[in-house]
């Protein structure tokens, strides 16, 4: 027999065996791939969630120095060796470093509310792709994208609400800083492969463009603060925004939960 016929049919059963191992392992990695797309939101959560655990112990630390450091100046002062502006200092330092602590203690709260959310609503195997955490959060980027649109387009809109199109504004501003960074974190695809932190990042870079468009719209249009939410910029007001996002997913996701159960089986 010939070499070569000799060897394929020694060999022959190994092909399928290969074959094989490769649809298996496509089809596993495919699958990996899906579990970690539905997950990717409570991971995103967990990281949050260690990093606020971090940055909660070094304002804790942050209060060590600040408390010791005001020691010094008193002693200092008790000899004459520091003014009572330096004393001053030291006792604001201590104060804002407290008020960071609070602040810090707070966004812990909201990121672990956050967790329990995401465990709450990670879709279940076998979900449409578009309830996928990455694929709703790039959904609710082009939401708030073409309602700004409307205002560059719609000439009625142009010339009721001229604020919305003028870059000088400082509000529209503060939307367009946002939205510039959201822009630049944004994936090329629902489809892309992100780390939680990455998918972290952009997702509170949609958060922060929708609550600026929600500001400088309602500034257009003369509108009132809406109640709950304080005045001001900072950690504060993201916590509270991420806190009252939080309550209002619950509650959303409580009556799905609802309706699922109420919902009728198929007949027998």
């Known amino acids: 027999m010939d070499p070569l016929w000799a060897f394929v049919a020694g060999v022959w ?11 298996l392992g496509w089809f596993g990695l495919r699958g990996q791939r899906t579990s970690g797309a539905r997950h990717l939101e409570i991971d ?3 990281h949050d969630v260690r990093a606020a655990r971090t940055a909660l112990t070094q304002r804790r630390a942050d209060v060590a120095v600040a408390h010791a450091e005001l020691m010094r100046v008193q002693a200092e002062r008790a000899t004459r060796s520091a003014s009572d502006r330096d004393l001053s200092s030291a006792r604001r330092a201590l104060q804002t470093a407290r008020q960071n602590v609070k602040s810090a ?3 812990l709260l909201a990121r672990r509310a956050s967790l329990r959310a995401a465990r709450a609503s990670m879709p279940h195997a076998g979900a449409d792709p578009a309830e996928y955490p990455l694929a709703k959060v790039i959904d609710a980027h082009n939401r708030v994208l073409a309602r700004w649109m409307e205002y560059e387009t719609d000439p009625a809109k142009l010339i009721a609400f001229p604020a919305m199109s003028d870059g000088r504004s400082p509000v529209l501003a503060d939307f367009l800083r946002e939205q510039s960074q959201a822009q630049w ?3 090329a695809s629902a489809t892309v492969r992100m780390t939680p932190a990455d998918f972290a990042a952009y997702r509170d870079a949609v958060r922060r463009t929708e609550r600026a468009f929600d500001a400088a719209e309602r500034e257009a249009r003369g509108e009132p603060e809406r109640p709950g939410i304080p005045l001001g910029t900072g950690a504060w007001i993201d916590t509270a925004a991420d806190l009252l996002a939080n309550a209002q997913r619950a509650v959303a996701w409580s009556a799905e939960a609802m309706a699922r159960v109420r919902k009728p089986g198929p007949p027998a």
Not at 13 to 23: D, E, R, Y
């Open 185 to 187: 974190l944004r994936p």
């Open 13 to 23: 059963w190994v092909a399928p065996m290969i074959v094989g191992a490769g649809a």
């Open 44 to 46: 995103a959560a967990a």
């Open 105 to 107: 203690s707070a966004a």
